[in-house]
């Protein structure tokens, strides 16, 4: 046992070469700050409706907007990444999501709030179609679950920060300050461009191509026809009902903290309220690292299942407590953040490891980021739901979708230690 322990470490510290490092560092940052840019919407809920007299239906709307435009964004820049590179992608659509989260402060109504998040949300869905396929076929099969998780660890820290000083930026300053802040992952991209390469995996299958060494059968459009279809109508449907679960929950958790007491919420101060995610994205930054250990151990299926049979019970909970005891409201918090939103993790290993290279962006992106235009649609249904149930009850059926992912993971391939390159 000791001796596996020193050779897992000695692989995990040591062969792994500087360009592994820096592109697994700029794919944590880049979806780290994606997490900033969607987690800020969600405290600025409370000032729209007071400034702009509109419900949560409109303000779901917005969301919904920005996580649709995301769907679009993940299979166009996903199906770009397969054509001119992963990192040129993945460099266009960071700098495209910062500069367009700062021009989000200019909006003087709802819906030119609505259409500048849109257009950022489809900057947000090429960011992890790009970066996913980057990581997958850079890292060694048996260190993919861990570099996956760490990269969707980024999301946790970029939640933290935003849970942080969100609130605060918002009450203190106004809501489009934090707009502005959200503005400086524009920056990153001059990270990138000097220190991340482009994958190899994918510049050995362009020059295959170009040699004419490609078959005509493994091309896209034959692909597509002949095998993939069923796997990506398989994997769009299980990104979707886990986004739909999710989402919901992300968008509305500081709303409902911060509705008085009279209106069916926990009465906190939209400050306390951000502050109080903080518990939640502390226990993902632990669920997303060790689900991709676990994967890489285990494989993925059996990770998932055990990740998603507490995640119904303690999301549940998290709701139910946040009116009764903030104490509990903070441990449940914590723990769906480790199973609920720490299963995420899982998603860059098992879609990108169902497609072969000329696919891999665009297929990989497809299934995520339509889960996520599907979640979108859901944002705007909750929201409208609220109009009629009391929040606490919709947001508790949230996470009964998660039962639909479980049914989906019968038709989904066991893929451990796969070589990416060989799909």
Same mark, same amino acid.
């Given at each position: ?8 470490? +000695? ?103 609505? %259409? ?39 999301? %946790? ?68 026809? %002949? ?132 696919? +891999? ?10 889960? +996520? ?23 508790? %059926? ?26």
């Amino acid at each position: 046992m000791e001796q596996l322990a020193t050779t897992e470490k +000695r692989v995990w510290t040591k062969d792994i070469n500087s360009n592994q490092w820096h592109t697994l560092v700029a794919g944590t940052l880049g979806w780290g700050l994606d997490a900033f840019d969607q987690t800020i919407y969600s405290f600025t809920i409370i000032s729209l409706i007071a400034e702009w007299n509109i419900t949560t239906v409109e303000t779901g709307v917005a969301a919904t907007a920005m996580m649709a435009a995301s769907a679009v964004g993940g299979v166009l820049f996903g199906w770009l990444s397969d054509r001119i590179g992963r990192m040129k992608v993945l460099t266009i659509t960071i700098l495209m999501y910062g500069c367009l989260t700062g021009v989000c402060a200019l909006s003087t109504n709802i819906w030119m709030l609505v %259409a500048f998040r849109a257009l950022t949300g489809l900057g947000l869905g090429g960011e992890w179609s790009a970066g996913s396929a980057l990581i997958s076929e850079t890292f060694p099969a048996e260190h993919r679950g861990k570099a996956l998780g760490i990269m969707q660890a980024g999301y %946790a820290i970029g939640g933290i920060l935003a849970a942080a000083f969100g609130g605060m930026i918002v009450e203190n300053f106004g809501w489009r300050w934090i707009f502005v802040v959200g503005a400086l992952p524009a920056f990153l991209v001059f990270y990138v461009r000097r220190n991340v390469p482009e994958s190899q995996v994918w510049l050995d299958y362009q020059a295959k191509k170009k040699a004419g060494i490609v078959d005509q059968e493994e091309k896209p459009k034959a692909k597509l026809g %002949a095998i993939y279809i069923p796997k990506i109508i398989v994997g769009i449907l299980f990104a979707s009902f886990i986004c739909s679960y999710s989402w919901p929950m992300g968008t509305f958790m500081a709303t409902y903290l911060a509705t008085p007491v009279d209106g069916g919420g926990a009465g906190q101060t939209i400050t306390h309220a951000s502050q109080l995610q903080i518990s939640l994205f502390v226990g993902a930054l632990i669920g997303y690292i060790v689900f991709g250990y676990v994967a890489d151990k285990i494989g993925r299926k059996k990770t998932f299942i055990i990740w998603m049979i507490p995640a119904i019970v303690v999301s549940m909970c998290q709701v139910y407590f946040a009116t009764i005891s903030l104490t509990l409201y903070i441990v449940f918090a914590f723990l769906n953040g480790i199973f609920g939103t720490g299963m995420i993790a899982g998603f860059g290993p098992i879609l990108n490891e169902m497609f072969p290279t000329n696919l +891999r962006g665009f297929a990989a992106g497809l299934c995520y980021n339509s889960g +996520r235009g599907v979640a979108s649609a859901m944002v705007t249904f909750v929201g409208y739901m609220f109009l009629f149930y009391p929040m606490r009850v919709v947001l508790m %059926a949230c996470p009964l979708l998660i039962i639909g992912a479980m049914i989906m993971m019968i038709f989904i391939r066991e893929s451990k230690g796969i070589d990416v390159s060989k799909i």
